[in-house]
C-alpha cells in the first residue's frame, strides 16, 4: 500500500481577485463552505489567507478566527495559517493568525524561508524575519510548513533546526512557477525532493497552468499536493473552476488514476507529524 496522499487547498491567497474570478471564497461562510466540499473532494487541509469585506488582503486575527470558528463548525479539515500575508505586510501583521489560542489555535502555520522575487514585486523574508516568525510559531506549539520558493530555501530550514528555532525532519511546500522564482519543472522537483532533510515530507504547489499536472507528478513521486485558487483559477484551459473543491476534486481524480489514496485529516496529522513535539 502506497502512503495516504495528502491534498492541501490553498483557498484564498493574497492575490487572486473577485475580478479574476467570482469564484473566490471572501467571508468567513463563503471559505466554510467551500472547505466542506473540499473536503468531502478528498482535501485534508486548507491553506488559509483572509480577506476584509471588500476583499482586500489582510492577516487580521479576528478574520482568521471567524473564518477558523466557521470551517471547525462544520468539518474536520485541517487549517494551516499562512504567515505570509501578501508581499509588503510587515512581521506583526503577516502573524495574526498566530495569536489564536485554544480552541481557536490552527493546526500549522507556513514559514517562508527565504527572500524572493513574486512577480514584479519582492516577497521579503531576511533572516532575522524567518527566525522571528519560527520562534512564534514554536511558542504555539505548531510545526511549520516550510515554504520553499527556491532551492537555497530547502538549506534554510537544516540552518533553522540547527538554531534550535525549527525541527527535522519537517514539511516542506515547493511553490513552483511564481515568475521571477523557480520554474515549474520536473527536473527542479527531483532536485527539491534530493535536497530534503532525512524522513522529511514534501508537498508541491505549482502555480497557474502547472497546478494540476503537478499534482500527477507528486502522485508519481510519493509526495503530496496543493491545489486552489491561491495558485490557480483554471481547472481546465480558459475554464474557471467553480470553487476550490472543483479543483480538489481534478487532483483526487489525477491522484487516483496513479494509484493514490488520499489521507484523511487525521491521517495528514500524523503523516506530517502535527503532533510531534516542538522540543
Ligand atoms: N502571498 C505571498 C506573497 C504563505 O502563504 O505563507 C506569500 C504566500 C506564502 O502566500
Ligand atoms: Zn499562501
Not at 476583499?55 to 486575527?61: N, R
Not at 493546526?107 to 531576511?126: H, I, K, Q, R, S
Not at 499536472?213 to 473552476?241: M, Q
Request: proline share 5%; net charge negative; with cysteine.
Amino acid at each position: 500500500m502506497s502512503t495516504p496522499m495528502v491534498i492541501t487547498a490553498a483557498m484564498v491567497g493574497a492575490e487572486t481577485t473577485r475580478e479574476q474570478t467570482p469564484h473566490l471564497p471572501i467571508t468567513a461562510e463563503e471559505i466554510a463552505e467551500d472547505a466542506v466540499r473540499c473536503r468531502e473532494a478528498g482535501a485534508a487541509m486548507v491553506h488559509l489567507h483572509v480577506r476584509t469585506p471588500d476583499g482586500k488582503p489582510s492577516q487580521d486575527t479576528e478574520l482568521f478566527r471567524a473564518a477558523i470558528r466557521a470551517i471547525r463548525k462544520r468539518t474536520d479539515i485541517l487549517i494551516q495559517v499562512s504567515t505570509g500575508g501578501a508581499v509588503g505586510m510587515n512581521v506583526d501583521e503577516r502573524c495574526g493568525g498566530l495569536r489564536l489560542t485554544g480552541e481557536d489555535r490552527p493546526d500549522m502555520a507556513t514559514l517562508t524561508t527565504g527572500t524572493v522575487n513574486f512577480g514584479d514585486e519582492v516577497f521579503w523574508n531576511p533572516r532575522p524575519l524567518v527566525r522571528d516568525i519560527a520562534r512564534r510559531i514554536k511558542a504555539l506549539g505548531l510545526r511549520p510548513e516550510f515554504e520553499c520558493f527556491d532551492v537555497g530555501m530547502v538549506d534554510e530550514a537544516r540552518a533553522l533546526a540547527k538554531e534550535g528555532v525549527a525541527e527535522l525532519p519537517g514539511h516542506f511546500d515547493f511553490v513552483l512557477g511564481v515568475p521571477g522564482a523557480l520554474t515549474a519543472r520536473e527536473d527542479a522537483l527531483d532536485f527539491m525532493i534530493k535536497s530534503l532533510p532525512e524522513g522529511s515530507t514534501w508537498t508541491v504547489a505549482g502555480v497557474g497552468r502547472h497546478q494540476l499536472p503537478f499534482v500527477e507528478l507528486a502522485a508519481e513521486r510519493g509526495g503530496n499536493a496543493r491545489v486552489g485558487l491561491e495558485d490557480n483559477i483554471y481547472v481546465s484551459k480558459g475554464v474557471l473552476a467553480k470553487g476550490n473543491w472543483e479543483l480538489v476534486a481534478e487532483a483526487v481524480k489525477r491522484a487516483k488514476a496513479k494509484g493514490r489514496t488520499l489521507a484523511t485529516p487525521q491521517e495528514a496529522r500524523r503523516l506530517l507529524r502535527l503532533d510531534a513535539p516542538t522540543a
